[in-house]
Nanobody, 120 residues
Framework: QVQFVESGGGLVQPGGSLRLSCAAS????????INWYRQSPGKQRELVAI????????NYADSVKGRFAISRDNAKNTVYLQMNSLKPEDTGVYYC?????????????RGQGTQVTVSS
């Protein structure tokens, strides 16, 4: 079945960096765009970044432009989120997700999330 497993989160000081990974399985990975979004306490869920199925096209939330970079390795069925110049407001649980065509239905999937805490 479709599965996403995120990793790489942790505690980092402001200005620091983290690299998140998302390993996917159970579907034709190279056929779908993948996105990262985050959920912070008291805030609405925010779509952080999205990468096209080929990896050639990316888009970012204004709040992370110039600091985050999304990429993918279709040979490894993995998506990455490089996060630099981290700020306390980047704190949250980060999820990778996609909407997958199964038969005639489009179904959303996400992983269990990885916690990112930016604090001194």
């Amino acid at each position: 079945q479709v599965q996403f497993v995120e990793s790489g989160g942790g505690l980092v000081q402001p200005g620091g960096s983290l690299r998140l990974s998302c390993a996917a399985s159970g579907f034709t990975f190279s056929g779908y765009p993948i996105n990262w979004y985050r959920q912070s306490p008291g805030k609405q869920r925010e779509l952080v970044a999205i990468v096209s199925n080929t990896g050639y096209s990316t888009n970012y939330a204004d709040s992370v432009k110039g600091r985050f970079a999304i990429s993918r390795d279709n040979a490894k069925n993995t998506v990455y989120l490089q996060m630099n110049s981290l700020k306390p407001e980047d704190t949250g649980v980060y999820y990778c997700s996609a909407v997958i065509l199964e038969g005639t239905e489009w179904n959303p999937y996400r992983g269990q999330g990885t916690q990112v805490t930016v604090s001194s």
